[in-house]
């Protein structure tokens, strides 16, 4: 197929990535060119992108309020702009991203009342995710959260706070999961990612999110059949994430290339 070159790239110190071949591309797409006349990776699927940009925003590498340049996305995902707007219109239908008429996709900057609403809705949610896991756990799903306890505890003995803020919020979705309801974990993968986003804008850089002991706390109550004290105790978890957030908005620009550089390479 024949290559198609980009547009002249702007003058600008950042260099454009060269991304990994993929071995699992069923056929070679189209290349395009970087900066350097070397050719890019075969483009990306649009599902696997999108799957590593929703990565992005809920582990925090991507600010709130990021601008999502098309020009820079598409030379580093090989891909082009109208595969690319498909992809921000399904980031932007999870409330992920926003789309503004005429400015272009921005990683989305939940307002206070948003901030509330998100956190309604998780209480609403993951409070019948945890009384579903006391009903019946299996030996198999506590081994499960006792692993993932022990990350979150080796992580913050290690001082890792990129670590630990991945781990604490795999945490609420690893319950979702463990309950095999389709919906549930849907919903709570979105509304866990647009937590990051909220903690992102709002948190106090004095407090810890996620207390030491609450998913502990957490998870003893589903070992022993207790639904009510689960439900409890996952509600005071919320509340306290929910105090240490500050409502003053924080700007800046980000190196897409590098997020998805390393992203990519993982």
Known sequence: MPTTRPARPRKSPETPVV??????????????????????APALDN???YDLMFEAIAHRKLPPATKLSEERLCRVFGVSRTRLREIFFRLAQDRI???????????AS?????????????????????ETLAQGITPEALERLEAHLAQEGAARLAHDHAALTRLTGDFHLLLAELTGNSL?????????ALSSLIISLYDSPDASACKDHEHLDIV??????????????????LKHVEQTLRLDDDDEHFDLESVFEALLKA
């Open 184 to 192: 549930f974990i849907d919903i709570t993968r979105r509304l866990v």
């Open 97 to 107: 991203i926003t789309l503004k008429p005429n400015h272009g996709a921005y990683v």
């Open 47 to 49: 599902q696997s992108i």
């Open 220 to 237: 003893e109550h589903i070992r022993r059949g207790d639904g009510e004290g689960a439900r409890e105790q996952l509600l005071v978890h």
């Open 110 to 130: 939940p307002s206070a009342r948003e901030t509330s609403e998100v956190f309604a809705a998780r209480r609403a949610i993951e409070t019948a995710v945890v």
């Open 19 to 40: 991304l990994a071949d993929e071995a699992s591309e069923r056929r070679r797409a189209p290349r395009a060119r970087d900066a350097g006349g070397t050719s890019a």
